[in-house]
């Protein structure tokens, strides 16, 4: 018996020493977060006090108001939704497909397309910015909606096909063989039977595409000529108001406002992210 608590008892200082530091960089990390959100609820004045306020005293909904109501949010806002949706459904598309012709079909080069796909990838975005902003500019397609999303789709597509592709590979070529000996075509077998199987993947990938261009500020900067066609992050890079130069009250509700689309569709596919690692399981 003493032989058996002797491992446990040593373990316990193990633990706690690493729980203290899980907690210390919890806190580190969900500083700015909380004073953002702190900072949203603040009047002017306790914002611009000398003597940092940890919890508002008087708080008020008066930032959020400035924010929504300030010139081009409503715009800028309509122009977020309609490039990061099209992007999304354009890259887990071309994904998923690519993903499945990578992982099924034996292709000549199909080994280098998959290096270079890595290789994309493990390239930093500001690297290909300026090849992309020469070959869009003689394209014609600066300051359009189809540049950015097409800029978009292709900064996010080697990532949503390598990882689309791990959960192809991990799934028994014999489930197909299967589905084809019953009648099912290739496009039945790819929509009925294999998206169900990789629909954790697909979410990964939508995800990480989501918030890539939800939040990309330099591509849409770069691109996009007329301040009308700007997205999101652009207008809340530039936030200013009138006579008053930078509010930081509204800019930290507008960052907030900004912020809550992620979260919300991050807590939406989690929950149906594990309703698909567990949609594979086989009745018994």
């Known amino acids: 018996m003493t032989d058996t608590l002797a491992p ?67 715009l800028n806002l309509r122009n977020s939704v309609i490039v990061v949706g099209v992007t999304l459904l354009l890259a887990i598309s071309l994904g998923f497909f690519a993903a499945a012709a990578l992982s099924r079909f034996r292709f000549r080069s199909r080994r280098p397309i998959m290096v270079l796909i890595l290789a994309l990838q493990m390239l930093p975005g500001t690297a290909l910015l300026i090849p992309m902003f020469l070959i869009f500019n003689t394209a014609g397609l600066l300051g359009t ?48 039977i294999l998206f169900p199987l990789v629909a954790p993947g697909v979410i990964s990938t939508s995800v990480f595409a989501f918030i890539a261009a939800w939040n990309d500020y330099i591509i849409a900067y770069t691109f996009m000529k007329d301040q009308d066609m700007y997205t999101l992050p652009v207008w809340l890079a530039s936030f200013t108001l009138p006579l008053i130069g930078t509010d930081f009250g509204a800019q930290m509700a507008a960052s907030l406002l900004f912020s809550l689309p992620v979260v919300v569709f991050f807590l939406l596919v989690q929950r149906k992210l594990v309703t698909g690692l567990s949609a594979g399981a086989v009745k018994g």
Do not use: C, H
């Not at 193990?14 to 977060?33: D, E, K, M």
């Open 8 to 74: 446990r008892r040593r373990r316990r200082p193990r633990r706690l020493v690493v729980n203290t530091i899980a907690i210390i960089f919890s806190v580190v990390w969900f500083f700015p977060v909380y004073w953002m959100i702190n900072t949203a609820f603040k009047p002017r004045a306790e914002v611009l006090t000398a003597t940092p306020l940890f919890f508002p005293a008087n708080a008020t909904f008066d930032n959020f108001i400035v924010a929504v109501t300030q010139a081009g949010f409503l």
């Open 145 to 192: 909606y189809a540049g950015l999303i097409l800029a978009y789709v292709a900064t996010t597509l080697p990532f949503s096909i390598w990882v689309m592709r791990g959960f192809f590979v991990a799934i028994p070529v014999e489930i197909e063989e299967a589905a084809a000996l019953d009648g099912a075509n290739t496009w039945q077998i790819l929509t009925k």
